[in-house]
């Protein structure tokens, strides 16, 4: 496993200053004041007086995710909420486990070009280019294997062993957001009408309706 994480050390490296999209920072850091009333585009400074090392530090990322659940994946992520330190560095990272047969649903990042290196298992991966094309660009992945998925563009991950897969992604962003279509189309608060997404998917009001009633 430490061989796995001296690669993915050097990945980050080369990932951040080849294609960070954030601010570039205008001094040596700008740790995160999670908890301050300023209200700016990412978060004011901490004074740098008072950073100390666990500003740039976080653990467990070694610890399985609990995929016990519908989609039978668990994303755990190291960004600028988890470690302060991140702020203005334009990166982040996450460690993502499947059960047998699990999916990271199609989703995008509104703010981060992603970048996947499998470190157990068989993953297929995919991304969908932008109308009218609509093209699916899909590869199966094995251990050790990377993968790119441009910024914003819909994507997904799928376990397709009986073994569980484990995935540690890189991502251009301290916050690259993240929107998963399913939960979005069929689960917003409030719910988008029934009868305009029945157009949309062209089916019907009652599909519509036991599709939401799930999120």
């Known amino acids: 496993m430490a061989s796995h994480f001296i690669v993915l050390g050097l990945l980050i490296a080369t990932f951040s200053c080849a294609i960070a ?16 009333p300023v209200l700016v585009n990412g978060f004011a400074c901490k004074d740098p007086k008072l950073v100390v090392a666990d500003d740039f530090y976080m653990s467990g990322l070694n610890v399985p995710g609990n ?3 519908p989609i039978g994946s668990k994303v755990t992520p190291a960004n600028v909420a988890q470690i302060p330190g991140l702020n203005t560095l334009g990166i982040s990272m996450a ?9 990271n649903p199609p989703h995008t990042h509104p703010r981060a070009t992603e970048i996947l290196t499998v470190l157990e298992g068989t993953l297929e991966v995919g991304f969908v280019t932008s109308n009218p094309d609509n093209r699916l660009i ?12 441009p910024i914003n563009l819909v994507h997904y991950q799928r376990n397709t062993g009986n073994v569980n897969a484990v995935a540690i992604v ?11 279509i399913a939960n979005a189309v069929f689960g917003s608060k409030p719910d988008i ?5 029945a157009k949309s998917f062209q089916t019907d009001t009652n599909t ?8």
């Open 21 to 36: 999209s954030d601010s570039s920072p205008l001094q040596d850091f700008c740790v995160a004041d999670l908890t301050g």
């Open 170 to 180: 890189a991502l251009s962003s301290q916050n690259p957001g993240v929107i998963t």
């Open 138 to 149: 899909t590869k199966v992945l094995q251990k050790g294997d990377v993968f790119v998925f």
């Open 67 to 69: 995929t016990t659940n």
């Open 95 to 103: 460690r993502i486990d499947f059960a047998p047969w699990g999916v």
């Open 193 to 197: 009408a029934n009868d305009l997404l």
């Open 208 to 215: 519509i309706d036991l599709i939401q009633s799930k999120f």
